[in-house]
């Protein structure tokens, strides 16, 4: 059973990240994106945002300018009568478990490379997060105002690091300075750009036919004779775009463009739309899935900011809605402690203020207060005694620590800090076999997490550690193992356990883990915590 305005709304959301390394664009495109939506008329908070360069902080001008619902994890817009929820997905020294973790509440991602550098780490790290869930991969190619790498090389090169097929939905006419256009392939049309403002605005644009002889004249000869060729080459040896495999995460649409110029933003955000998937059923721990149109409400816990401003000392809750519909002061069951819950208060926030939320659909993020703290991530919510959804995992972290007491007596403190701590996802524990929480190991996978772990174990808990970095680089959970104790003595690498008691293995590099990959073919060496 289903009602129309649930089913309305959820068809409507689109729900989605941008999956880049830093100084590929994804602010500038982000602006952009409000931009041609409508949401704002004029770029370039972007440069005002330089002064302090923290992703928390990005979106405040745009907020406080325009009054629009910019939050520190979603930034809604409307575009052609679409909703779309962007993801913030922090980057730059904000990279942590928090970036990987909003992929999973994402239906759809952007995968913005720049054209000179193609696939960097960062990127690669996050595609392999979206490719978990085959979480669909839109690609847009960008800074091709600049000269770059060969459009061609650039794609096998998606294929090749990657291993996703890809298929240009449009092609750049001309590069560099010389970039004019874009080819629609889908459309069949030549859209032309003369320049603006400095991307201040939206660029004017011509669409023309590819057979229209004012296109020679406009373009020149040589771009026009180039066209005609890339095309051609393109038919003869391309694969055509099949919806059904993006969709499965195994072909990604790629298109071209310039996110500080503003060509080819519009055409791409009107195609993207398109592309990208509404809510879908979400695969639940029994095997089941709950459709986003089921009209009883469930969410599931992505991300926990506890503490984050003095004047509000509790945690907020991001829950991705899965199905039905938030109402403020809905009372809802709690899935792992089979509790009821009040959901008094739910916001967005809006600068530093938070601005309670009416109602929300599948697909909407919204913040719930947990006063009571009894969320963790992955947590399910719901109306109804349906489901609990398969629940975030614990990525493989990269960056080991252990930590020094400065006051041995504040030992309890310290504990009590690091449970809240890794409840939150802000770190990881392991515990070393037979020294229960004696000396745990603290794991995270960007660097700034670890300096926050010590300012907020000062601030919170008044514990002060000395953090002393551990040499290993890669945390592997064991699975297809019968014994813990008889794999720890087969298998290299020192062993330890997650806090659900999971064996892990931590290895020190590459060549560690090929030769435990190698000498023990039989076991699993997963990149995730198993979900249970
Ligand atoms: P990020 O969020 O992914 O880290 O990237 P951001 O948007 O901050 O952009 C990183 C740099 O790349 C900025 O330059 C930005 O202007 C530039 N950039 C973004 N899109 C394009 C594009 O389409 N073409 C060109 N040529 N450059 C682009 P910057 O030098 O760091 O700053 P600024 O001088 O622009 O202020």
């Not at 963790?376 to 614990?394: C, E, H, K, L, M």
Request: aromatic share 6%.
């Amino acid at each position: 059973m289903s009602d129309a305005l649930t089913t309305l709304e959820a068809a409507r959301r689109r729900t989605f990240a941008i999956i880049s390394h830093p100084d590929a664009g994804k602010t500038t495109l982000t602006e952009k994106l409000l931009l041609y939506s409508g949401a704002i008329h004029l770029a370039g908070s972007v440069k005002a945002r330089r002064a302090s360069r923290h992703a928390t902080s990005d979106w405040m001008a745009i907020e406080k300018e325009r009054g629009i619902s910019v939050t520190s994890s979603v930034l809604q817009f409307e575009h052609k009568g679409l909703q779309c929820n962007l993801l913030d997905t922090p980057g730059h020294q904000d990279f942590g478990e928090d970036t990987y973790r909003t992929l999973v509440a994402a239906d759809a991602a952007i995968m913005l490379l720049d054209n000179a550098k193609g696939v960097e780490p960062q990127t690669k790290k996050l595609f392999h997060v979206a490719r978990l869930r085959r979480t669909p991969v839109v690609t847009l190619i960008n800074k091709c105002d600049r000269e770059g790498k060969d459009p061609l090389d650039l794609m096998s090169e998606v294929e090749q690091v990657l291993g996703i097929a890809t298929v240009p939905l449009d092609w750049p006419i001309g590069s560099g300075k010389g970039f004019v256009g874009v080819y629609d392939r889908l459309d069949r049309k030549v859209h032309l750009f003369s320049p603006g403002r400095h991307g201040e605005e939206i660029v004017a644009e011509e669409v023309l036919d590819p057979d229209d002889p004012q296109l020679r004249e406009r373009i020149g000869d040589s771009l026009h004779d180039k066209l005609r060729e890339d095309l051609e080459l393109l038919e003869a040896a391309g694969e055509p775009f099949d919806h059904e495999r993006f969709l499965a995460g195994e072909q990604t649409p790629v298109f071209f463009g310039s996110a500080a110029t503003n060509f080819g933003i519009g055409p791409f955000l009107d195609r993207f739309v398109t592309l990208a998937p509404p809510p879908g059923p979400r695969e639940t721990r029994d095997g089941g899935v709950r459709e986003a149109n089921d009209p009883a409400f469930s969410a599931f816990v992505f991300k926990i900011q506890a503490n984050m401003d003095p004047s509000h000392r509790d945690r907020l809750c991001f829950v991705r809605i899965c199905s039905g519909r938030y109402e403020k002061g809905m009372k809802v069951r709690h899935a792992r402690l089979d509790k009821e819950l009040k959901l008094a208060m739910a916001h967005t926030l809006l600068g530093r203020d938070r601005v309670s939320v009416e109602e929300a659909y599948a697909g909407d993020i919204v913040g719930l207060v947990d006063t009571q703290h009894v969320l963790r991530i992955g947590d399910t919510v719901s109306t109804d005694r349906g489901p609990a959804f398969n629940g975030v995992p614990r990525f493989s972290p990269e960056i080991f620590a252990t930590l020094h007491l400065a006051d041995p007596l504040r030992r309890k403190q310290l504990v009590e800090g690091l449970t809240q701590l890794a409840e939150e996802g802000a770190v990881q524990i392991f515990f070393r076999r037979g020294q229960g929480a004696l000396d745990p190991i603290v794991a995270v996978v960007g660097v700034l997490q670890l300096e926050v772990l010590q300012a907020r174990l000062e601030a919170e808990y008044s514990v002060r550690i000395k953090v002393e970095r551990l040499g290993f680089s890669h945390a592997r959970w064991l699975d297809g193992i019968d014994d813990p104790v008889k794999a720890a003595r087969a298998i290299v690498g020192t062993h330890v356990d997650d806090t659900d008691g999971h064996p892990v293995v931590l290895l020190r590099n590459d060549w560690e883990l090929g030769v435990a990959e190698r000498e023990n073919p039989k076991v699993g060496f997963l990149t995730t915590s198993p979900l249970d």
